[in-house]
């Protein structure tokens, strides 16, 4: 079993609705954004797969199998509408 490390997570757009806040800090098991983000839409039923998003570690866009280090800030951004 992995050890918890702890994330800042920054949700945007509907994934900001659907979890009811901007922020949080989490602990899980996950060591990639694609770890991370399957924990919590299994535990928040974020109704969107890893495939329709973006994800942001450090400020960077990166790879959903990036190494991730303890206390790194992850942003999940989905597709954009503006007018």
């Given at each position: 079993m992995s050890a918890s490390q702890t994330y800042r997570?920054?949700?945007?757009?509907?994934?900001a609705e659907?979890?009811?806040l901007r922020e949080e800090w989490i602990a899980?098991?996950?060591?990639?954004p694609a770890a991370v983000y399957a924990e919590l839409t299994a535990i928040h039923d974020?109704?969107?797969?890893a495939g329709q998003l973006r994800v942001a570690v450090n400020d960077e866009f990166s790879?959903?199998?990036h190494a991730l280090q303890p206390g790194d800030?992850?942003?999940f951004l989905p597709p954009m509408s503006g007018g």
């Open positions: 997570i920054s949700y945007f757009g509907v994934l659907r979890r009811g899980c098991t996950g060591a990639t974020l109704g969107m797969s790879s959903w199998q800030t992850l942003a």
